[in-house]
C-alpha cells in the first residue's frame, strides 16, 4: 500500500490550493456550468440532464465507493443524466474548485479549508453535503507504547507534516496542551520511522497509516481527533451561489444519485472496494484487502448518529457551527452562512424521504 494513495479528504488540504488563482476570476462564468438552468420540482427526463461532469478530490481510490456504485448501478441515468465523466483529482490535478469555476467540470468534492480560501479571493462556494461526518485526522502509534489520549502526549515525539501542523496546534489548544508539551518532527507519510522506534506516534488519518500498519503485521494504536473536542467535516460537497441559484435540479440530481450510491456502499463495502479494484482503479494495482479496510474506516466517517437520523451527507446545524469554530483555531475564518447551504439536501430528502433511512 502506498499511505498517500489512501488518504481521503486529507490529499487535497496537503496538495494546497493547486492553480486557484481566483482572486482575478470574481465572475467565474458558472451560470454556464450547468448542465441544466431548469429549477423544477421532479425528476427530470431520461438523460435530459445530459453528461455529469464529476470532479473528484483524489485518484481514482475507494474514497469514491459511492460514486463507483452510483455509475456501475446506474443510478445517473436514473435521476436524469445520460452519462456521467468522472475526473479524478490528486497531486498534479487542477483542483475541484478551478474546475467550477472554469465550467470543466459541474459537480465536485473539495474541503472547508480550500472553500474558505477561495472565498477569501473573491469567489462565491458553500459547502452543499459532507461524505465524512467526522475529520479521518488521528494520532497513530502502536500498542506496545500507545497514545490514547490528549495527555498521553505529554513529552513524546511525534512525527507531524508542515501542512497538518495548524490542525495538531488547534487540538492540543482545546485540549489544554501546547506544542512544547511535545517534540514535533517532521513527516513524509511513512510509518517506517515509527516502527522503528524513531517517534512515538504519527499524525495521519484514520483511512491510511492504521490499515497498511495492520496489514504489514503491527499493532497500532488510534486516538482520532473527532473523540477529543476537535469537530469538522471533510470531503466535503461543494458548488457556487450561482450554480445552487440557477442550476438547482442537476445539483439534486447528483446529490440523489450519490446517496443510493453510499447508501449501497455502507450495505455492502466489498461492492465498493472491488469497484475500485478491479475497475476505476485497476490501473493503480490495489489489493481487495486494502480498499476494503479502508472502505470500511472511511464508512466510520459518514455514518453516524447523525446521518442516520437525517440523511447521508447532511451536516446538522451544531455540526456547522462547530466546523466554523474548528476551522477559527486553526487560522482559518469564515462563517456558518459563508460556508453552508443544505437547502439542496432538505429538497432531496423532502422530495425523497425513503433514502434518509439506512439499511
Known amino acids: ?9 486529507g490529499a487535497m488540504s496537503r496538495r494546497g490550493l493547486l492553480g486557484l488563482g481566483l482572486a482575478t476570476t470574481v465572475g467565474f462564468a458558472l451560470a454556464g456550468c450547468g448542465a441544466s438552468t431548469s429549477t423544477g420540482a421532479g425528476a427530470p427526463a431520461a438523460g435530459g440532464l ?7 478530490s483524489w485518484l481514482y481510490d475507494v474514497t469514491q465507493a459511492g460514486p463507483y456504485i452510483a455509475d456501475t448501478k446506474g443510478y445517473y441515468n436514473k435521476v436524469g443524466f445520460s452519462s456521467v465523466k468522472f475526473i479524478p ?11 467550477l ?40 502509534s502502536l500498542r506496545s507504547n500507545p497514545i490514547t489520549t490528549p495527555a498521553d502526549l505529554k513529552g513524546k515525539t511525534i512525527a507531524v507534516s508542515n501542512a497538518d501542523k495548524p490542525a495538531v496546534e488547534a487540538f492540543l489548544a482545546v485540549n489544554g496542551l501546547k506544542s512544547s508539551d511535545m517534540t514535533i518532527v517532521p513527516f513524509q507519510y511513512d510509518p517506517a520511522p515509527l516502527v522503528a522506534g524513531q517517534v512515538d506516534g504519527i499524525m495521519d488519518y484514520s483511512t491510511n497509516s492504521p490499515i497498511s500498519l495492520k ?25 457556487s451561489t450561482d450554480q445552487i441559484s440557477k442550476n438547482r435540479t442537476m445539483l439534486k440530481a ?27 482503479g485497476k490501473s493503480l494495482k490495489f489489493s481487495l484487502e486494502n480498499q476494503l479496510a479502508c472502505n470500511q474506516a472511511e464508512i466510520a466517517l459518514i455514518r453516524t448518529a ?6 447521508i451527507l447532511t451536516v446538522t446545524e451544531a ?24 437547502s439542496l439536501l432538505a429538497e432531496v430528502y423532502k422530495e425523497y424521504p425513503e433514502l434518509r433511512t439506512l439499511s
Open 1 to 9: 500500500m502506498t499511505d498517500q494513495l489512501n488518504s481521503p479528504g
Open 50 to 56: 445530459g453528461q455529469l461532469q464529476y470532479a473528484f
Open 89 to 99: 483529482g490528486g497531486p498534479s490535478a487542477v483542483s475541484v474548485l478551478t474546475q
Open 101 to 140: 469555476a472554469n465550467g470543466t467540470a459541474q459537480f465536485g468534492v473539495s474541503s472547508p479549508t480550500e472553500i474558505v480560501a477561495a472565498n477569501q479571493n473573491g469567489a462565491s462556494f458553500r459547502v452543499i453535503g459532507a461524505m465524512y461526518q467526522k475529520t479521518p485526522s488521528c494520532i497513530v
Open 215 to 239: 496489514q504489514s503485521g503491527h499493532d497500532p494504536a488510534v486516538m482520532m481527533f473527532a473523540d477529543f473536542k476537535y469537530a469538522t467535516i471533510t470531503q466535503t460537497y461543494v458548488a
Open 254 to 280: 447528483a446529490l440523489r444519485a450519490d446517496i443510493m450510491g453510499w447508501r449501497a456502499d455502507i450495505a455492502d463495502p466489498k461492492e465498493g472496494a472491488s469497484l475500485a479494484v478491479n475497475k476505476y
Open 306 to 311: 447523525d446521518t442516520e437520523k437525517n440523511g
Open 319 to 342: 455540526l456547522q457551527k462547530e466546523t466554523v469554530e474548528t476551522l477559527a483555531l486553526t487560522g482559518v475564518h469564515t462563517t456558518v452562512d459563508n460556508l453552508f447551504d443544505m
